[in-house]
């Protein structure tokens, strides 16, 4: 069964502290790893896309990574307003999208 | 340009009673999907269409929810009865027409239903 799997649920983090999101997948005939940010009450928002292991894509503060097994979110000197829940989603074969639970990340000023 | 347009974005009926969200998607997408997005999980498919045809309707519970699109723009999502089970937040969400951008959505606000 296609499953994706994020940790921790919830980081809280100082601002200027970098860390990492995890999230780990197992998808048959995977078609990419997305990345969302949803803030509350809004719908998630596209960031990155990645099709193949050893892609990285950035912006900003961000750093998205792929592996055979799991992606990152890397997360360089964070802000208060990166604050949100990071959601990442696997693209399975027969097109369907298969999101994981998300990490809330709290950045603290 | 306008993005993905929900509404209503707050309900709140008794169970047993019908409701109906609605949804505009971007001008010139085929793709149209509608997701539930239950407190502190991510959002699941209830439905995809590719113009007016859906294409995976696997998990929408068929014996209470219902899903038109209208000449492949406007879409509708119907749940009579309401359970309270429910109660929960229904995003649209909308992608292009090329091919690999499956994972590319754009999401509306979503309509939050509370169901007492």
């Known amino acids: 069964e296609d499953q994706v799997t994020q940790s921790p649920e919830a980081l809280r983090l100082q601002e200027g502290e970098s860390s990492s999101l995890n999230c780990s997948y197992t998808?048959?005939?995977?078609?990419?790893l997305f990345w969302y940010r949803q803030d509350p009450g809004k719908g998630p928002e596209f960031l990155f896309t990645?099709?193949?292991a050893g892609e990285e894509k950035e912006k900003e503060r961000l750093k998205a990574t792929l592996t055979k097994k799991e992606s990152f979110l890397h997360i360089t000197a964070p802000k208060p307003e990166d604050s949100a829940t990071y959601l990442c989603?696997?693209?399975?074969?027969?097109?369907?999208?298969?999101f994981g639970k998300g990490t809330k990340l709290s950045v603290k000023p | 340009e306008a993005g993905v347009v929900q509404s209503p974005r707050y309900k709140i009926i008794e169970k047993k009673q019908p409701v109906a969200f609605w949804c505009n998607p971007i001008?010139?997408?085929?793709?149209l999907y509608w997701y539930r997005q239950n407190l502190g999980q991510g959002p699941e498919l209830l439905i995809r269409y590719e113009n007016e045809e859906a294409v995976d309707d696997s998990q929408l519970p068929k014996d209470r929810f219902s899903a038109e699109r209208l000449k492949g723009v406007d879409s509708t999502l119907k749940i009579q009865p309401a359970e309270l089970g429910d109660s929960a937040v229904y995003l649209c969400?909308?992608?292009?027409?090329?091919?690999?951008?499956?994972?590319?959505?754009?999401f509306g606000e979503g309509s939050r239903l509370t169901v007492l």
């Open positions: 989603a696997a693209g399975g074969s027969q097109g369907n999208l298969i």
């Open positions: 990645l099709y193949s």
């Open positions: 001008s010139g997408h085929n793709t």
């Open positions: 998808v048959s005939g995977l078609r990419g």
């Open positions: 969400a909308s992608g292009g027409s090329r091919r690999g951008d499956t994972g590319e959505l754009f």
